[in-house]
């Protein structure tokens, strides 16, 4: 059964830091992995998708790597702003198209100005 | 990007009711929907799989005959929690897949009292 961890549970750091979120999931065969921001009481905002042939992504700020084989995936936040602050959830896809997500706990981020 | 709604987006009905909630992929079509129930401070725990024209797919756990669902058509799957108890209470989000990505809806949280 894909179980999916992130650490840490809960980061705290002030504007500017870089910064990294870790996600680990069992299995490795994954059809793919995506990072998710959730901001309180809200639904889901996808950030970044790495199929499972591809080793990162990258959008603006943000920058995630996949490496399947370790089953591991990271996410980078260069340059944090207090606007970042959320839940960020890393969430793989069982090694078919069409499946759902399982999802981690979380890492929930305060960026403090 | 494909768009995926719900609605209502926030209920609260008394303990013995039924709910129904919906869920729409707006510009596309979705033969595969699924729904998601989100606890405090809880990670998203798939609840089923629900398959145009035919019956959802239940995760382990998860009772068939209170939380049912239908998908009558490709744009539109919904969600009867059936004699709601206060331990119902919760989000509940749905998705749906195109093009390999899945699209979450805004989601609908459900307060039984």
């Known amino acids: 059964k894909q179980e999916v961890t992130q650490i840490p549970a809960a980061l705290s750091v002030p504007e500017g830091e870089n910064l990294v979120l870790n996600c680990s999931f069992t299995?490795?065969?994954?059809?793919?992995l995506q990072w998710f921001r959730q901001d309180p009481g809200k639904g889901l905002t996808s950030l970044l998708l790495?199929?499972?042939?591809?080793r990162e992504q990258t959008s603006g700020r943000l920058n995630a790597s996949l490496d399947k084989s370790s089953g591991r995936s990271t996410l980078y936040i260069a340059a944090s702003q207090p606007g970042d602050s959320a839940t960020y959830l890393c969430?793989?896809?069982?090694?078919?198209?069409?499946?759902?997500?399982?999802f981690g706990k979380g890492t929930t981020l305060s960026v403090s100005s | 990007g494909a768009v995926v709604s719900q609605h209502p987006s926030w209920v609260i009905c008394k303990s013995g009711t039924s709910v129904k909630i919906e869920c729409r992929s707006l510009?596309?079509?979705?033969?595969?929907m699924f729904w998601y129930r989100q606890f405090p401070k809880q990670s998203l725990m798939l609840m089923a799989t629900?398959?145009?024209?035919?019956?959802?797919?239940?995760e382990q756990g998860v009772e068939k005959d209170k939380f049912l669902i239908n998908h009558a058509s490709l744009t539109l799957s919904t969600l009867t929690v059936t004699s709601a108890h206060p331990e119902d209470s919760s989000f509940y989000i749905c998705?749906?897949?195109?093009?390999?990505?899945?699209?979450f809806g805004p989601g609908t949280r459900l307060t039984v009292t």
């Open positions: 998705s749906a897949s195109e093009g390999g990505e899945q699209y």
């Open positions: 299995d490795s065969a994954i059809y793919n």
């Open positions: 790495i199929q499972s042939s591809q």
């Open positions: 969430a793989v896809r069982r090694a078919q198209a069409g499946t759902a997500l399982i």
């Open positions: 510009d596309f079509q979705a033969t595969t």
């Open positions: 629900s398959n145009e024209g035919s019956k959802a797919t239940y």
